[in-house]
């Protein structure tokens, strides 16, 4: 199935999808996420979100119905941002269509926007047109204006209602970004070391270990205690990371500084726990630009992954993310650890996988 086929069944999907709506008090809902983490979302939202309904999955998007509150769906950590879907519709290729934009724009009922703020429009476009996504957001916002000339358009850097307009070929969605950085970010002021987590990635691989109240969770690779923090979100028995290294330990214990999470100084290839006694692990292995030349990553994969079954409960999980795919599925079958998942992502430009792991 090529590219067009794709989009063109998104859009009779969601054309379904509203004439539904029409019927119930629902509303259609799309969430932006990391490639490769959609599927772990939508597990999550399922779980989460009691009355959800997934209408599509795309690379980078997962497209749902709900009637519940912003407050509920916020509660989605694997998600960076959240839109909600205002119209879709077919637009031609070149110049001369971009009239069919503002047109259409100033046809809808945007009252429920509180237009004391700013607003502005960012577009995307994929396919062959002959306009450029600006000239696009130009003419979806000359459209909200014509309908309401007292709004006040912002700039790119100043504005508080964003409108979100893609392209794909010959479909537009029109929607209302409803998040902000600060939503992927838990509106806190974090310290970074480096080669640090996206939270949003962090929370996917707290979700994949299936948290329980009971759980003995480790990091053995914490960095800045991001994983970390995303389990404490989590009731849990005990959390506890560590890292080779007393600087990055200390920006940890910084960004955890208000939880119970215990971090510690060690050397992730020799844990200080007994044989069988942690039900969890999760970590961010080293990987590309995250490990100096000097350091051989594969021994140092071979022995971390020998700590990681040695300490782990029979039944226990690992959640791992590495980039040395062939040798972790190798290192897991010496050790008789089974692959439940895997998922290859699109990380800062490489491509780690992230495993899941049961002994």
Known sequence: MNLKMVHSRLFCVLKTAFKKLEAVSMTLYFTSVLPGLEYILSNEMNNKVSDSEIIQINRGKVFFTTAESFTCLSSLRSADNLFQVIDQFQIGPHKKHLSQVSERIAQLDLDFIDHKYLFWVNASRKGKQTYNRFEVAKKAMEGINKHYPDWNMGTSQNHQIEFRLDIEHHHVIFSLRLTDAT???????????????????????????DPKLTDIFVDPCCGSGTILSERATYPTNRIIGGDISGVVTKIAKSNLEDSKVQVNVWDARELPFSNGCVDKIVTNLPFGRQISPDEDLELFNHHIMNEICRVLKPNGRAVILSESVNQLFWEAKRLGLFCLESYSLSLKGVNPTLFVFEK
């Open 183 to 209: 939503f992927r970010f838990r509106n806190q002021t974090r310290q970074f070391s480096r080669a640090s987590l996206l939270p949003t990635v962090a929370h996917a691989m707290v979700w994949l270990s």
